[in-house]
């Protein structure tokens, strides 16, 4: 057993164990906060001449205002702070039980970094990587002792987000990723363990919320607060697009084409030629003031529900959680119906309209193949009673009265009609089958485990529920079959199904 081995068995880094920090930046403050607050000494250490020192300001502020809120004790502050010491020399972390580095996301510079380390640390020390991006393998190369370097992927602001991605790479010890997986919950933190594939867990399975709205919008379906609007109707905090407003469109563009290049240019992972032009044409989003939105999007106005009393009958058919919700939707507006739950397609008919609950097909295909021009497709209503919000297309044929009769029902339920054009699969399902897709790959290639894609999706990025929740909800016959029908209607490669779902399929 290696020295390493050893002391990853025997120990973890106690409460009183020196902790270093490279790179003074926001994130970088943001870990050495959090492991003074834990109760560790940290060296904090930046080669830019006063970054350290200004970085430890910046901390004092963000515990005074602690204390202003009554969360912090004045004197915890003062402790706190006075465990937090910045320098300016490498060799000045020669004692560290752990050093986490946060410099520049290239791999030469890190990598450079990672050999100093190696060579000064003592041999039962740890190293931690906190790449979002960059295999931990790659940058392992050349260590002396490679087994020794994990990744400790945090995410911003460090001090308020829970998700720690602990990410193994090929060389990366068991135990040591044991025992920074143990760290972290010391800290406060809530750990996944990751294997190093590009994206890790949250970076990866988080692509298709902003693909395939990038996708409708070069398909001009809809308007960026359409599709978001959709979305945040089924309990994402953010749209798609103000959210890529919100990161900055050259950076989520960057971390794009990083995915892309790092999978060899599979076309789930390909940037949005909608996205480079706003990137060419200077418009990054917030920071300058212009994105998809000038400025900050303004609210939709809530939605009044009106009177019932003027649909006609109403008939649901079907079965399952899609339909049940809108069984839910209509019993609390007070819109009678009648339920047939055995059924070749799940939706409402209302006098000579049908509207079909979505399964990857355009309405004007669904109108070809039944000889049935009186026709509509609507989005998968996944809170039922509490959707705002619901995306629907018309068939080319269908009438004005029978759009008309539509609209005074989505009324009646309370809900914004979000008319699209007639794209396969709309937005929320087209977007809820493509992220359980991406998590069931992950699970499937043995990037984390199914619990481990929950919690990083919903700690990570804030979703209302993790690919495998989603799952469990829908089931996986409507994901699967939405998934072909986007492959047969686009001959896109993205929308491949993944082995895991098809097995599960076959199963059922």
Same mark, same amino acid.
């Given at each position: 057993m290696s020295e390493v081995q050893q002391w990853a068995v025997a120990s973890k880094p106690a409460a009183e164990a020196l902790i270093g920090v490279i790179g003074a930046g926001v994130m970088g403050a943001g870990i050495a906060q959090v492991a003074a607050q834990a109760g560790h000494p940290v060296r904090l250490m930046d080669v830019r001449e006063g970054a350290a020192a200004a970085a430890h300001g910046q901390i004092a502020k963000a515990l005074e205002g602690l204390v202003a809120k009554g969360r912090m004790e004045a004197a915890e502050r003062?402790?706190?702070?006075?465990?937090?010491?910045?320098?300016?020399?490498?060799?000045?972390?020669?004692?560290?039980?752990?050093?986490?580095?946060?410099?520049?996301? =290239?791999?030469?510079?890190?990598?450079?970094?990672?050999?100093e380390l190696d060579a000064l640390l003592g041999p039962d020390a740890l190293i931690a990587s906190n790449t979002s991006s960059i295999s931990i393998t790659a940058l392992a190369n050349g260590m002396q002792r490679p087994g020794r370097l994990v990744g400790m992927h945090f995410f911003n602001p460090v001090p308020l987000m829970k998700l720690v991605e602990v990410v193994s790479g090929a060389e990366t010890l068991v135990s040591v990723a044991e025992a920074i997986y143990e760290l972290s919950r010391r800290w406060g933190k809530a750990p996944v363990?990751?294997?190093?594939?590009?994206?890790?867990?949250?970076?990866?399975?988080?692509? &298709?919320?902003?693909?395939?709205?990038?996708?409708?919008?070069?398909?001009?379906?809809?308007?960026?607060?359409?599709?978001?609007?959709?979305?945040?109707? +089924?309990?994402?905090?953010?749209?798609?697009?103000?959210?890529?407003?919100?990161?900055?469109?050259?950076?989520?563009?960057? +971390?794009t084409q990083s995915v892309f290049e790092a999978n060899f240019g599979d076309k789930r992972y390909m940037p949005s030629l909608v996205q480079k032009a706003l990137v060419d044409g200077g418009r990054l989003g917030r920071k300058v003031g212009k994105g998809f939105y000038e400025g900050v999007p303004v609210a939709p106005a809530p939605v009044e529900r009106q009177g019932a009393a003027a649909l006609p009958p109403v008939q649901l058919l079907g079965s399952g959680a899609l339909v049940d919700g809108l069984a839910q939707a209509l019993e609390a507006a007070g819109v009678a119906f009648e339920r047939q739950r055995q059924s070749s397609w799940a939706g409402l008919v209302m006098g000579a309209l049908q509207l079909r609950m979505s399964t990857g097909r355009c309405a004007a295909?669904?109108?070809?193949?039944?000889?049935?021009?009186?026709?509509? +497709?609507?989005?998968? &209503?996944?809170?039922g009673?509490?959707?705002?919000?619901?995306?629907?297309?018309?068939?080319?044929?269908?009438?004005?009265?029978?759009?008309?009769?539509?609209?005074?029902?989505?009324?009646?339920?309370?809900?914004?009609?979000?008319v699209l054009r007639d794209a396969p699969g709309l937005v929320v399902a087209r977007t809820?089958?493509?992220?359980?897709?991406?998590?069931?790959?992950?699970?499937?290639?043995?990037?984390?485990?199914?619990?481990?894609?929950?919690?990083?999706? =919903?700690?990570?990025?804030?979703? &209302?529920?993790?690919?495998?929740?989603?799952?469990?909800?829908?089931?996986?016959? &409507?994901?699967?079959?939405?998934?072909?029908?986007?492959?047969?209607?686009?001959?896109?490669?993205?929308?491949? +199904?993944?082995?895991?779902?098809?097995?599960?399929?076959?199963?059922?």
């Open positions: 003062e402790a706190v702070l006075a465990r937090i010491q910045p320098v300016s020399a490498l060799a000045e972390l020669a004692g560290a039980a752990l050093v986490v580095e946060v410099i520049i996301e =290239k791999l030469e510079p890190k990598q450079a970094l990672l050999r363990h990751a294997k190093s594939t590009p994206g890790f867990i949250v970076n990866r399975i988080a692509r &298709p919320y902003y693909a395939e709205t990038l996708a409708l919008l070069l398909e001009q379906a809809g308007t960026p607060a359409q599709l978001d609007r959709a979305l945040r109707a +089924v309990g994402f905090r953010m749209g798609p697009c103000e959210l890529m407003d919100l990161i900055g469109h050259d950076t989520n563009f960057l +971390v295909e669904l109108a070809r193949q039944t000889g049935h021009a009186e026709l509509a +497709v609507i989005d998968w &209503p996944i809170q009673p509490r959707t705002e919000a619901l995306a629907l297309a018309f068939a080319p044929r269908c009438s004005e009265a029978s759009r008309e009769q539509a609209l005074r029902l989505f009324a009646a339920l309370g809900w914004a009609p979000l809820l089958a493509m992220l359980v897709n991406e998590g069931a790959d992950a699970v499937w290639q043995g990037v984390c485990d199914e619990a481990a894609a929950d919690q990083a999706m =919903k700690l990570g990025v804030n979703y &209302p529920a993790g690919p495998f929740e989603w799952l469990a909800q829908l089931g996986v016959a &409507p994901v699967v079959e939405t998934l072909d029908a986007l492959f047969e209607a686009c001959r896109n490669e993205r929308y491949r +199904v993944s082995p895991l779902l098809r097995q599960r399929l076959w199963a059922d």
